[in-house]
């Protein structure tokens, strides 16, 4: 059996109650999020959602490339190995001496590390653009995700406050009749 708020979706006078009243605008003037969340909040429906990791899905084997390449370049690991090259890089055309390959200003070396920078500094670059995309993903979806929570909240105060007024009323009517009971026992 499916649940109707699922089938049928929200309204356009249901949906603008709800953001009048629990966030004192006209459902027209809400942002895209708001109005997703109000919808959500008529529908009963929850916002979270299970994203999928946008670095492994939908992404270009050059982003995939990027992120990996910013991962390692940016590890202690890298910094080891690239460590390591250079004292054998150094100790191996210090040792050679005369017929090193790449003698002491080591002017290849630093061919290769210019070339290295001018590589690794644009993929790690992409890779930042791209976690940023991600965080902001993750931001909008925490913002609708606790804007909803607000809404659901706000919305138990009104049943709390509903059901206390009416225990009041009822309470009333029953002190209202055990009076009349204790005036016809008077009487």
Same mark, same amino acid.
């Given at each position: ?5 699922? /089938? ?18 006209? &459902? ?8 997703? +969340? ?11 959602? $299970? ?19 910013? *991962? ?6 890298? +910094? ?12 191996? $055309?210090?040792?050679? *001496?005369?017929? *090193?390959?790449?003698? &002491?200003? &080591? ?10 920078? *001018?590589?690794?500094?644009? /993929?790690?670059?992409?890779?930042? $653009? ?10 909008? =979806? ?14 138990? =105060? ?10 009041? $009323? ?18």
């Amino acid at each position: 059996m499916t649940d109707i708020h699922a /089938v049928l979706p929200p309204a356009t006078d249901q949906l603008d109650e709800i953001s009048r009243r629990l966030l004192g605008v006209a &459902y027209e003037s809400l942002d895209a999020q708001q109005r997703s +969340v109000a919808r959500h909040v008529a529908q009963r429906t929850p916002v979270a959602r $299970n994203r999928a990791d946008p670095s492994t899905t939908g992404s270009s084997i050059g982003a995939r490339a990027a992120d990996a390449v910013a *991962a390692f370049g940016g590890s202690w690991p890298f +910094v080891g190995l690239f460590a390591a090259a250079m004292v054998v890089w150094v100790s191996l $055309n210090a040792v050679l *001496a005369a017929r *090193a390959f790449d003698p &002491y200003p &080591y002017i290849l070396l630093n061919l290769f590390l210019s070339m290295l920078a *001018a590589i690794q500094a644009p /993929v790690i670059l992409m890779s930042q $653009n791209r976690q940023s995309e991600r965080d902001r993903l993750s931001a909008q =979806h925490d913002y609708e995700v606790n804007l909803k929570a607000e809404l659901e909240i706000m919305l138990l =105060h009104e049943k709390l406050d509903s059901l206390r007024e009416q225990q009041w $009323n009822d309470l009333l009517q029953i002190q209202r009749e055990q009076l009349a009971l204790l005036k016809g026992l008077r009487a």
